[in-house]
């Protein structure tokens, strides 16, 4: 039996792409798909009365050692992009038209994504700086762009946000199977437990 | 040559709770040697101006589901106390004043505090209800309870806060170790990492 594994993180998150390089290397085992969903965690704090960690005193500082350090024991690289923290509509609407055409190139679009902005520190706000990653993945890079305004795509990715409102999701990464929730980057050893075991 | 490791913790602090079960199974190899020192977050957030967990919407509830989880993979026992959160000015004073007779004490009766509030579900606000606690530690109960109304330490524990704060201390259980701050029970696997490889 295949097993789904929801992965709800938010593209202009530190700790989301920490998540996506860990989850090329694993993939929680041959029955498993990870079911990627980019949303807005700023819809979410809005409702949480979170702040983002960038700003809440001495956690934001802990948070940018702690993200270099932990790509450095994941040995993937790191870099803070300079407009940190980006809105990552355009990102999140356009991953989800690349998920319409075909969620494999739409997974290889988000780990693009993720690169370019947290491992070469890119800009990728703008719907034509994904061009080059929207060609990366095999996808048309005029269509994805185009999606980045269609409300269609405004419209889904909107609910993507409402319904992770709904089922109480507060933070980036967060994984979603059997019904539970795993919050954290550092709860991934957790998650792959309660895969391998069933649960506890 | 030995090696410190300062474990900051609150008392009233369900992840320090299993921080501490989890360093009764390990600790960190025969050099190393952790120095427990009880906070209270409240005056940290005051400066951070985070809340407590358990009052973020979402959050609260699943940090309770978590936690629940947590304690039955470890394999210890948990019970939500009814005064969470509760003020640990009490037992954090009487700990100080155990560590000034016994560092060892002081770390029993510390396992013992946290079983008591965390395993058991008991109130340990109150200096009384420390007594059985300082008993089973082989503290002298009455001179506890004394501890907890003697300015000596009341200041030593505003000077613990104060201190943690400096150190950009911002949640609990923080452990420091070669000067790398590592905050959040689900850290410790990089804690021990790092122990062992001498960092990354």
């Given at each position: 039996?295949?097993?789904?594994?929801?992965?709800?993180?938010?593209?202009?998150?530190?700790?989301?792409?920490?998540?996506a390089?860990?989850?090329?290397?694993?993939?929680?085992?041959?029955?498993?798909?990870?079911?990627?969903?980019?949303?807005?965690?700023?819809?979410?704090?809005?409702?949480?009365?979170?702040?983002?960690?960038?700003?809440?005193?001495?956690?934001?500082?802990?948070?940018?050692?702690?993200?270099?350090?932990?790509?450095?024991?994941?040995?993937?690289?790191?870099?803070?992009?300079?407009n940190?923290?980006?809105?990552?509509?355009?990102?999140?609407?356009?991953?989800?038209?690349?998920?319409?055409?075909?969620?494999?190139?739409?997974?290889?679009?988000?780990?693009?994504?993720?690169?370019?902005?947290?491992?070469?520190?890119?800009?990728?706000?703008?719907?034509?700086s994904?061009?080059?990653?929207?060609?990366?993945?095999?996808l048309d890079?005029?269509?994805?762009?185009?999606?980045?305004?269609?409300?269609?795509?405004?419209?889904?990715l909107?609910?993507?946000?409402d319904?992770?409102?709904?089922?109480?999701?507060?933070?980036?990464?967060?994984?979603?199977?059997?019904?539970?929730?795993?919050?954290?980057?550092?709860r991934?050893?957790?998650?792959?437990?309660?895969i391998?075991s069933?649960?506890?």
């Open positions: 039996m295949s097993r789904e594994v929801e992965f709800f993180f938010d593209f202009s998150s530190p700790y989301g792409y920490l998540a390089c860990r989850l090329s290397a694993w993939q929680g085992g041959p029955d498993c798909r990870f079911l990627w969903r980019p949303i807005l965690l700023g819809a979410v704090f809005k409702i949480t009365g979170q702040k983002p960690l960038a700003m809440v005193p001495f956690k934001g500082d802990y948070m940018l050692h702690d993200v270099a350090r932990s790509a450095r024991r994941l040995g993937v690289s790191w870099q803070m992009p300079a940190f923290p980006f809105p990552a509509v355009a990102a999140s609407r356009a991953f989800y038209w690349a998920d319409d055409q075909d969620p494999a190139k739409a997974v290889r679009f988000a780990r693009a994504c993720y690169r370019q902005a947290f491992g070469e520190g890119a800009d990728i706000t703008a719907p034509e994904l061009a080059p990653l929207a060609d990366e993945a095999g890079a005029a269509a994805l762009a185009a999606a980045c305004q269609d409300q269609v795509y405004k419209d889904r909107r609910a993507a946000c319904q992770a409102i709904e089922r109480e999701i507060f933070g980036s990464p967060t994984f979603v199977v059997d019904g539970e929730r795993f919050w954290g980057f550092d991934m050893d957790d998650l792959a437990a309660w391998e069933g649960g506890w």
